[in-house]
């Protein structure tokens, strides 16, 4: 297998040096393949500021021996400066034990749970920043001070409201902006106009030019504080995010003619194949084409699943058995785990309609709040500079420019929450929709249920017997691919009873099967509503398969000719976490529905036995779409979970459609897509978002109320104007502490 030279040069990750890794004097093994450096200064530098390796874990190791045949060791999980090219043949049809056994063994692979980035020595500019936010707090505060050391006070206060504002301009001017941050002109520009109106109450004398500069100052300080509040409180949710996609930086084999290509993810193109090996992380979404392995199936998964043709991948999967044949649907920016974290502009915490609405309605009020109290204050025959003075007070109240950061804060940090249960979410509209849903559709088969059902009762009537009523269900469902067909087959097979070679079989999409039995008389499996249609008496069985279904059981009706030969009784089992999923469900507020073909016993016992109160029984698949539609005429936002080709009618006809195990997948209509398939998720789905919107009406409340009570007192002339500032400061101090006191879903 043809490698890279051995002789190829790389840069030592410590100073930036080339160094061929052959005669390297000292490597570590990181993020799952080996760093080569020059020194061990640079080696101690590196892993010491990646917060990987104090000082004494960094001890000097020796370079590994290289024969000079081989190629330098790979890593499956750093990007390739340019394209590598092995020639292996990949023979999809080999053995698994085989490829298994003949596979070499997995280097070391780095834990794929996300988690912030280590906070790296203070540069230069935060030090810059720490130096402007202390003397901004400092003389702003120091303004109403300077009344107690009269007439030396009134001397010095100007100054300070100038080293104040200066300090405010600093901090904007040179600390990097977040795009969920309303404009920093809302910030600056009440500020400025109450240091203006400062200084030009100081020349003329005005009379209340002092209560004039303890605004100016008060509004600063009260600036400055609250962009350090906003700043530390989502230092560890960008972090995070920023981890996110640094664990996504990958590589991956990209399968062309012969040869495999280990290229970077990133230059992977959608529709072209690629190759996963065992401990391999995938860099893209894809499709697995060939090959079946265990799977962790997202990047902070905690368990492993089975994944085989035909089923998706999200970039961040890891395979733990096996190899894999795929083919790419997404890469790039364009990747389920980073589509709403690459682009600004798309991400939750920005684009979603309530952060959006708050972001616009603070830029566009604050101005409107400033003209009212400024007509207010020339009501009552205030001077110019008293007039501006109170404008720009007023803007400072209305403009809860920390409420607006907040709420986008607990929409962020949901998204993330959500991405940690592998929930994918269509765009920041549909997150929000999610938010607004009042009732949750649960299909039951393979939702709530197993969808593995077992026979636990055939009972042949007359002189039919058990192994003539098998036979002649099994031959009927060869021709069917629902579950309870393939439950026939299993027993049928089990007690070795050979299908009836029946003819002309009909599938009736929820109802049954029809057919020509060898005999040459019509066959018919199915429910009570499948004989109803071929007009076959079932009066003599209405007893029995009542009492069956009243046990929770799925009653098939077996008829030859123009009577009831027997029955046949499945029963199919809860899933893990079913009932965990229905009182999350509850917990946030959402009623469930359970959606099924099944008899109203059957659908009624299985109800019950996951405390669902609303049931809709004996609904054909046909039918799912019109039924999910009646009930949210009521003007009710309707969800339904569900699995994408089962349940395609129902899923298509939610106001929100949460589809399970299709994340990595070509997207549909689908709100909401799941990496995995546990029902637990697709609940958490819809009450994350909920939660988050319960957080960011809290946020909003706590944040505003200040503000507002000082606008209006300002407004009526009953408090000074310093009381301004000190409200937005009081509303952003109470948002910080309610988000740091915010429970995860």
């Known amino acids: 297998m043809a490698g890279v030279p051995a002789s190829s040069a790389s840069a030592c990750p410590g100073c930036g040096a080339a160094i061929d890794p052959l005669r390297a004097g000292h490597v570590a093994l990181f993020d799952g393949g080996f760093r080569y450096f020059c020194r061990a200064e640079c080696k101690q530098a590196f892993l010491t500021a990646e917060g990987r390796a104090t000082q004494e874990e960094v001890a000097t190791a020796a370079p590994p021996q290289v024969a000079p045949s081989e190629p330098p060791p790979r890593s499956t999980a750093r990007a390739a400066t340019e394209p590598r090219t092995e020639h292996k043949s990949f023979p999809e049809l080999e053995p698994q034990a085989e490829r298994e056994r003949d596979a070499p063994a997995a280097p070391p692979v780095p834990s794929s749970r996300v988690r912030p980035r280590p906070k790296p020595p203070s540069s230069r500019l935060e030090q810059v920043l720490a130096l402007i936010d202390a003397t901004g707090l400092v003389v702003g505060a120091l303004v109403p001070a300077m009344a107690l050391l009269e007439p030396m006070g009134e001397r010095a206060r100007l100054p300070l409201v100038l080293v104040a504002l200066a300090a405010l301009c600093a901090r904007v001017a040179l600390a990097p902006r977040d795009a969920s941050d309303v404009h920093p002109l809302l910030l600056l520009t009440p500020s400025a106009g109450a240091v203006g109106a400062a200084c030009w109450a100081a020349v003329v004398h005005d009379a209340r030019a002092a209560s004039i500069a303890v605004l100016a100052g008060l509004s600063c300080a009260a600036g400055i504080a609250v962009e350090m509040l906003v700043t530390r409180s989502r230092a560890r949710t960008a972090a995070a995010r920023d981890g996110i996609e640094r664990s996504l930086e990958l590589t991956a084999r990209v399968l062309r003619g012969e040869e495999t290509h280990v290229v970077p993810a990133a230059d992977v193109r959608p529709g072209e194949q690629i190759v996963a090996e065992v401990g391999d992380t995938l860099g893209v979404d894809a499709t697995v084409t060939a090959g079946e392995a265990r799977v962790v199936p997202w990047l902070d998964a905690r368990g492993e699943v089975v994944k085989r043709d035909g089923d998706p991948l999200v970039a961040g999967a890891r395979v733990v058995s096996s190899r894999l044949r795929l083919r790419t649907t997404w890469s790039g920016r364009e990747r389920a785990w980073v589509r709403l974290i690459a682009t600004p502009e798309a991400r939750v915490d920005v684009a979603a309609p309530t952060p959006r609405t708050l972001r616009l309605v603070v830029q566009r009020g604050a101005p409107v709040a400033a003209g009212l109290v400024g007509i207010a204050a020339f009501a009552a025959n205030g001077t110019v500079t008293e007039i501006i003075a109170a404008m720009c007070a007023g803007a400072t109240a209305f403009a809860a420019r920390a409420a607006a950061s907040f709420v986008s804060l607990h929409y962020a940090r949901a998204h993330l929450e959500a991405l940690g249960s592998g929930i994918i979410y269509k765009d920041a509209r549909a997150f929000e929709r999610a938010a607004a849903a009042h009732v949750a559709i649960l299909s039951a088969r393979g939702t709530v249920l197993m969808g593995e059902p077992e026979i636990v009762a ?271 400061l009081l509303g952003a101090l109470a948002v910080a502490v309610h988000a740091r006191e915010s429970p995860p879903v």
């Open 458 to 728: 055939v009972e042949p009537f007359g002189a039919v017997d058990v192994e003539r009523l098998l036979s002649l269900a099994a031959g009927a469902e060869t021709a069917s691919t629902h579950p309870f067909a393939a439950a026939i087959l299993r027993a049928a097979r089990a007690r070795d009873v050979r299908p009836d070679n029946v003819r002309h079989a009909t599938v009736h999409e929820g109802l049954g099967v029809t057919a020509l039995a060898s005999s040459g008389e019509r066959l018919a499996v199915g429910g009570r509503a499948l004989m109803l249609e071929e007009k076959i008496g079932v009066a003599a069985a209405d007893a029995r398969v009542s009492e069956l279904e009243a046990q929770g059981r799925s009653v098939l009706l077996v008829a030859l000719g123009d009577r009831l030969v027997g029955l046949i009784a499945l029963m199919d089992g809860l899933r893990p976490g079913a009932r965990a999923a229905v009182q999350r469900l509850l917990d946030a507020r959402i009623e469930p529905v359970l959606l099924s073909g099944e008899a109203r016993d059957t659908c009624e016992t299985i109800a019950r036995a996951l405390d669902i109160e609303h049931v809709r029984p004996e609904v054909l698949p046909a039918d799912r779409g019109p039924e999910v539609r009646a009930l949210a005429e009521g003007g009710s936002v309707v969800a339904v979970v569900g699995h994408p080709q089962r349940d395609d009618g129902a899923l298509g006809a939610a106001d929100v459609a949460v589809a399970m195990g299709s994340a990595g997948s070509t997207p549909g209509e689908w709100s909401v897509s799941l990496a995995g398939d546990d029902v637990r998720d697709a609940a958490t789905a819809l009450a994350i978002p909920h939660a988050a919107r319960e957080r960011a009406r809290a946020a909003i409340a706590l944040g505003v109320a200040p503000g507002l009570v000082a606008l209006l007192a300002i407004g009526f002339g009953v408090a000074p104007l310093a009381v301004a500032p000190l409200g937005a």
